[in-house]
């Protein structure tokens, strides 16, 4: 006669759990290769979470400090080049400080050009640090002799400015149009800021600077 097979060591226990055991026992025995399987795909998805945990901390950690290495360079040619190429593969948490830093530099070596880029890359983002890097990039923009450009990039920003950001984007727009000779301009920003707010702080400047405007038309 030909043996039965004694089967698997799991097989023997379910085959010694009764009917009248602990029905959470049974539950278990019966479905243990299931429970096995899913214990087996949390533990590797833990494991996978924490190796990339310390590979982007790493990997992080190595970024920061080749931008100090940068930074730190002196200011030629070479540093900017090592910006650009840092910039241009740096993670999302540190390329705020990447792009300032090339700012910074293109700045010091008198290429405006540069500079505007960088901060046009930073004003591509959200939150009240794009907003000053867009107010930047303006000032970029006139210093390159794009007074017009500049204008039309601050323009942009007015209808979703929030009330605080207006009025500081007019200002800039008049002090543009104002080193522009466009005294039209430089009046239809400070009337704009006087009609959209009457109670401003600040109300009598405001008026002082519109009368200056139109008088120089």
């Known amino acids: 006669m030909k043996e039965q097979n004694p089967g698997t060591l799991l097989d023997s226990i379910q085959a010694e759990v009764s009917g009248e055991a602990s029905p959470l026992l049974s539950f278990l025995m019966k479905h243990a290769r299931l429970i096995f399987l899913v214990l087996f795909a949390l533990i590797a998805l833990v494991v996978a979470a924490g190796v990339w945990n310390y ?3 790493s990997r992080l950690k190595d970024m920061r400090e080749e931008l100090g ?3 730190i360079m002196p200011e030629t040619g070479s540093k ?3 910006l650009e190429d840092f910039s241009a593969k740096a993670d ?7 792009l300032l830093a090339l ?3 293109a700045t010091a070596q008198g290429r405006q050009e540069k500079a505007a880029e960088a901060w046009r890359r930073l004003a591509a983002g959200d939150g009240a640090f794009a907003f000053v890097a867009r107010l ?3 000032e970029a923009l006139s210093r390159l002799e794009d007074i017009p450009g500049g204008i039309a990039r601050l323009e942009a920003l007015l209808p979703e400015a929030l009330p605080e950001e207006y009025a500081v984007i007019n200002g800039f727009i008049a002090d543009m149009a104002e080193k522009n000779g466009d005294w039209e301009r430089a009046a ?3 009337a704009a800021v006087l009609e959209r707010n009457a109670a401003l702080a600040d109300k009598n400047a405001w008026e002082q600077r519109l ?4 008088a120089k038309r």
């Open 136 to 138: 930047a990039e303006a």
């Open 80 to 82: 900017l080049a090592a």
């Open 188 to 190: 239809a920003a400070c």
């Open 92 to 98: 999302a948490k540190i390329m705020n400080a990447a």
């Open 103 to 105: 700012m910074q530099s």
């Open 69 to 71: 290495r940068i930074i």
């Open 211 to 214: 009368a200056y405007y139109r």
């Open 55 to 57: 590979y982007s901390s």
